[in-house]
Nanobody, 125 residues
């Protein structure tokens, strides 16, 4: 069983930056693909970014490509999401998730096995 705890959310002005972290415990972190999702009020949870076990493959949603960067540090059991040039449309509760499959970057939330509780990101205009 893997426990995931997100941190780093907050209130930021449009054009600003935030760095989210997700600390994992209770499993072999280096054998999990990791993803970030977000959910705005009244909307479905949507894919943001994913990274394979070793970090060799990355995948981003079109809406964040070029602005967000996913990375991981397997020695620290942590995955990160660096978010630059934030927009009000990025306002949401951000979740990290772990997938115990073969190295891949799934975009479907149902392919992930474990989830954190989320961290709120609010971008003001």
């Amino acid at each position: 069983q893997v426990q995931l705890v997100e941190s780093g959310g907050g209130l930021v002005q449009a054009g600003g930056s935030l760095r989210l972290s997700c600390a994992a415990s209770g499993g072999t972190f280096s054998r999990y693909n990791m993803g970030w999702f977000r959910q705005a009020p009244g909307k479905e949870r949507e894919f943001v970014a994913a990274i394979t076990w070793s970090g060799g493959r990355l995948h981003y949603a079109d809406s964040v490509e070029g602005r967000f960067t996913i990375s991981r540090d397997n020695a620290k059991n942590t995955v990160y999401l660096q978010m630059n040039n934030l927009k009000p449309a990025d306002t949401a509760l951000y979740y990290c998730a772990a997938d115990k499959g073969l190295p891949r970057t799934p975009t479907n939330k149902f392919e992930y096995d474990y989830w954190g509780q989320g961290t709120q990101v609010t971008v003001s205009s």
